[in-house]
């Protein structure tokens, strides 16, 4: 049997390190990283919904 707590813990530590490198790589690589993610989305332009406010440690920690 699946241990409940270890699989929550476990899934997220994983969706927190994703965040954490899609937040870095926006940080670092801005419309680089935009470009990138668009070519995973499939025809969805995410450039639309970007928002181009500078990133604050105020905000990316409550999103964590």
């Known amino acids: 049997m699946i ?9 997220s530590f ?3 390190a994703v965040y954490i490198v899609c937040a870095l790589a926006f ?3 801005g419309s680089a990283a935009l470009e990138l993610f668009n070519t995973w989305a499939h025809g969805v332009d995410l450039s639309r919904i ?6 604050t ?3 990316f ?4």
Do not use: E, I, N, W
């Not at 241990?3 to 899934?11: E, I, Q, R």
């Not at 920690?61 to 964590?64: I, T």
């Open 3 to 11: 241990d409940v707590k270890a699989a929550s813990l476990g899934f």
């Open 50 to 55: 970007a928002v181009s406010s500078p990133r």
């Open 27 to 29: 940080y670092f690589f």
């Open 57 to 59: 440690t105020v905000g």
């Open 61 to 64: 920690l409550p999103a964590l």
């Open 14 to 16: 994983t969706v927190a």
